[in-house]
């Protein structure tokens, strides 16, 4: 994601009530709480905080202050360097280090470094932890799993090997070992009983809203590692059913808590948002539309959430927020996959339906597509730059949402949109094409006119882009 790709995805308020001043303020909050030695350290955790601070603004597309001036406004500006050396340095120490004396601490604060560089710096920087971890994942795992149960450590299990398959995922572990993690991850979501099952201390039984919000959200990144029947959805309502009447998940006696616990759950049910059927996913719907609602209440008027460590997992969540966070794992395996050429994304730019074609940019924004889209025009002659735009692409994603009602009842696209696919098709573009269905139906006749040879037009419902954004992230882009 771009500052430009950003300041669009929220140039409105965004998918169920979430609003681009809450991010931009949550994310000048944050900026501003690092310290002068480049490092966040406020609250308990500093070092991990940093590194998970380093990690978000990569996914961001932090590098460049001037691009973000726009979103952030004037004098914030974020020193990424220092924070970074400081991770990188971590990484280099690590063989030296002694074990702390908590169970699962160092594994996880591990994973948080590798992951922090590798978002800067690519894969290939941290490719030794990466193979390090692969080989020693599961004794580690087990020998601070029985420390933990000595320990009555309730964090222990589900956050740590999320964060083992976090690194495996976006850092090139080899599929063996991510079926294998992913697993171990699944049986923590209990067939006969909704949640995810831990031992837990009397009294700390609400850590479990904060690991089902996690483990959702992480099962759902490997839909295609480890068989999912009947687990998603019974633990989704699950959660759903503890989310309290103004719209927060409760985080037991810790009230300054909150924020983060509601921004987990939150994340999690937006995840797998399209693994449920209808019912449920209307119902997830308005859960979120309520938690969005609760967490620009609870925002301070600095724009933090309490404190750094809450902050930080808001802006994951918000991070996350326009495209569930699913991804191939088989386009991310295999040795033959081409780096994917540009995407220039024909949409329409009116306010009312503007935001299908922000979905679908974001969602190849996020698994790695570099995006390009045109400018409002009349229909007529394209413009040059949109001309320059699309020669400079190897695909046209074509999305006709319906724009003007014909006497026959049906629905045509935005004309200037058919006029850039015309041209992208006579330069020799790869066309891959979505009509709005639904409530509105755009017609497949008002798309293929004018064009040579079978065409696949497909569907999608504005009640449902989080399913267009699946089906995007599902299509090769090589």
Not at 175 to 185: H, P, S, V, Y
Not at 209 to 230: F, S
Not at 231 to 254: C, H, V
Not at 270 to 279: G, K
Request: net charge negative; with cysteine.
């Amino acid at each position: 994601m771009s500052a430009r790709i950003f300041a669009r995805a929220f140039e409105a308020d965004g998918f169920f009530g979430l609003s681009r001043d809450m991010v931009a303020k949550a994310l000048r909050s944050f900026i501003r709480a690092q310290d002068h030695d480049g490092i966040w350290s406020g609250g308990t955790y500093p070092k991990v905080q940093t590194a998970q601070a380093v990690r978000i603004m990569g996914a961001l597309g932090y590098t460049n202050p001037e691009e973000w001036r726009d979103v952030l406004g004037a004098g914030v500006q974020l020193d990424l360097e220092r924070p970074l050396e400081y991770c990188r340095e971590e990484l280099r120490q690590a063989p030296k280090k002694k074990p702390r004396p908590v169970a699962g601490d160092d594994l996880w604060d591990h994973c948080q470094f590798v992951m922090a560089v590798a978002a800067h710096d690519g894969a290939r920087a941290v490719e030794l932890d990466v193979r390090t971890l692969e080989s020693r994942w599961s004794d580690l795992f087990n020998r601070d799993a029985k420390a933990a149960a000595e320990e009555d450590n309730d964090w222990f299990g589900p956050a740590t090997l999320a964060a083992i398959i976090d690194v495996m995922l976006r850092c090139g572990g080899t599929r063996g070992t991510m079926e294998a993690i992913a697993a171990k991850l699944a049986e923590f979501v209990v067939d006969d009983a909704p949640g995810v099952k831990f031992d837990r201390q009397p009294g700390t039984e609400y850590l479990n809203r904060w690991h089902t919000g996690l483990v959702l959200r992480t099962l759902a990144l490997c839909p295609d590692l480890v068989p999912l029947a009947g687990k998603i959805q019974p633990a989704a309502e699950w959660l759903l059913s503890k989310q309290q009447d103004e719209g927060r998940w409760s985080a037991g006696p810790q009230l300054n808590w909150r924020p983060m616990f509601t921004s987990r759950a939150a994340q999690g049910l937006l995840a797998v948002l399209p693994m449920l059927d209808d019912r449920v996913a209307e119902e997830v719907r308005f859960a979120l539309e309520r938690a969005n609602r609760w967490l620009e209440e609870a925002q301070a008027p600095d724009g933090s959430f309490v404190d750094v460590k809450s902050t930080i997992t808001a802006l994951e969540y918000f991070s996350s927020y326009r495209v569930p966070l699913a991804v191939p794992v088989a386009a991310l395996l295999s040795e033959e996959a081409k780096a994917p050429g540009q995407v220039f994304v024909g949409h329409s730019f009116d306010p009312s339906d503007i935001h299908h074609g922000q979905a679908a940019a974001e969602a190849l924004c996020t698994i790695g597509v570099p995006v390009e889209s045109g400018e409002r025009w009349e229909a007529g002659t394209i413009p040059d730059l949109v001309k320059q735009r699309i020669d400079a692409s190897s695909t046209f994603l074509g999305i006709f949402s319906a724009r003007e009602q014909k006497r026959s009842g049906t629905w045509s696209p935005p004309r200037w949109v058919v006029q850039e696919m015309n041209y992208a098709s006579a330069k020799g573009l790869r066309l891959v094409l979505f009509r709005e269905t639904g409530e509105k139906e755009v017609p497949p006749d008002e798309i293929e006119g004018g064009l040579v040879g079978n065409l696949k037009v497909l569907p999608y419902d504005p009640a449902r882009l989080d399913r267009l954004v699946l089906d995007l992230q599902k299509l090769p882009w090589g």
